[in-house]
């Protein structure tokens, strides 16, 4: 769902923003309403899509139940077993397209940074770990992923390889996926009333560098901030990061 390409922020850095499962990118999009609006004037958010039909969340549907159709980044039981091949090609077929047709209607920025909740989070962790490790199988010049945000994101890390149709689970080297640790920056987003934040701190500890991991706790539950005093303190922490892996300067 890119954005309007007459709009200000078509040469601006790109985010890549990432749905929970069972909702997709307009519901998402609309979620990160007060997110979007503080961040625009300083990056462009772009809202893929997940690649698997799903059936909607609970807290979906009391809301959103006209937004259908409803999709997910991870294939939903009671489907058939998908390889997990299958489910990386798909993956990042699904991101590379919603880059490409950004990229089509007049944006130019580079993809700076990735945004995600819930399921949408283990994926942008995925993706940054993927970017450590070698890349994502785009152009570097138009794709250098510096730093993630991760709202009531959960581990495991989804092993997505090096690239389309490359191996999975193991870094160049051969380490296993569940060996290595999250050295780009991370910023985590956690709602202290959340049922599942002892799963987010999880995702924190133990995928990612403590050195370059940065909190922000706030009192809410399974969802996006949308009160501007919490939302604030996120678009705090991630001009702050941003600032310091140089994808903004210090005066912007």
Known sequence: MPANPTDETRHRPRILCLHGGGTNARIFRAQCRVLHGLLS???????AEGPFPCTPGTDVVSVYRDFGAFKSWIPQPPDPIVPPEI??????????????????????????AVLGFSQGARLAASLLLQHQLGGTGRDEDEVD?????????????IPLGLGLGLGLGA???????AALSLSLPTIHIHGLQDPGLTYHRELLERYCDPQTAEVVEWQGDHRVPIK????????????????????????A
Do not use: N, Y
């Open 145 to 157: 992923f510096r730093f993630a945000v991760l709202i009531a994101g959960r581990g495991p890390i």
């Open 41 to 47: 004037p300083h990056f462009r958010l772009c809202f």
């Open 228 to 251: 501007l005093k919490d939302a604030r303190r996120v678009v705090d922490a991630v001009l702050r990061v941003a600032r310091q892996t140089g994808c903004l300067s210090w005066d």
């Open 171 to 177: 870094d160049p080297t051969g380490t296993s996926i």
């Open 87 to 112: 489910i990386a090609d798909r993956i990042l077929g699904a991101l590379h397209r919603t880059m490409e047709e950004d990229d089509r209607s007049g944006a130019d920025g580079k993809w700076l």
